[in-house]
């Protein structure tokens, strides 16, 4: 079985818990991290995730992220004011998107990123464990 590709957006102290927990599961491979500069998302990696090999992409723009390394999923951990920016750029680029709540900050935003998702065939969540474990 193939593991989830996943880049997170977001390296604040609200997803560390998330990296961890990621990193942990046998389906996940943690394969970027974006933040506003590379020096706090590379600081990220050691603090979090430093084991991992290969390291994580460091990154500051999350255009360049989805494209250089084409992830399954992402996880957004951003200011609230941007889930909805990074969640359609995710799903524009045929990610599955888990993202912190709250989703956004106006509903017509949160239909949006649902419409998407369901034309994208894609899974949007915002839970507090995240979708990607097997369940059984």
């Known amino acids: 079985m193939s593991k989830v590709r996943l880049a997170i957006i977001g390296c604040g102290g609200n997803s560390s818990g ?3 927990r990621m990193n942990q599961m046998d389906e996940v491979q943690i394969i970027a ?3 506003v500069n590379t020096d706090i998302a590379n600081s990220y990696i050691d603090q979090n995730i430093l084991d991992l090999v290969p390291r994580p992409g460091a990154f500051d723009d999350v255009n360049s992220m989805l494209a250089e390394t084409q ?8 200011p ?3 889930h909805f920016e990074h969640g359609m750029k995710a799903l524009e680029a045929g990610c599955h ?3 912190e709540k709250p989703m956004t900050i106006r509903a017509a935003d949160a239909k949006a990123l649902l419409q998407l ?3 994208k065939k894609r899974i ?3 839970p ?6 097997k369940r059984g």
């Open 97 to 99: 998107v888990l993202m």
């Open 33 to 35: 991290t974006c933040d």
């Open 18 to 20: 998330h990296a961890r």
């Open 71 to 78: 992830p399954d999923a992402v996880l957004i951990s951003t």
């Open 128 to 133: 507090c464990v995240p979708p990607f474990r």
């Open 124 to 126: 949007l969540d915002t």
């Open 117 to 119: 998702a369901q034309n």
């Open 80 to 82: 609230h004011t941007l």
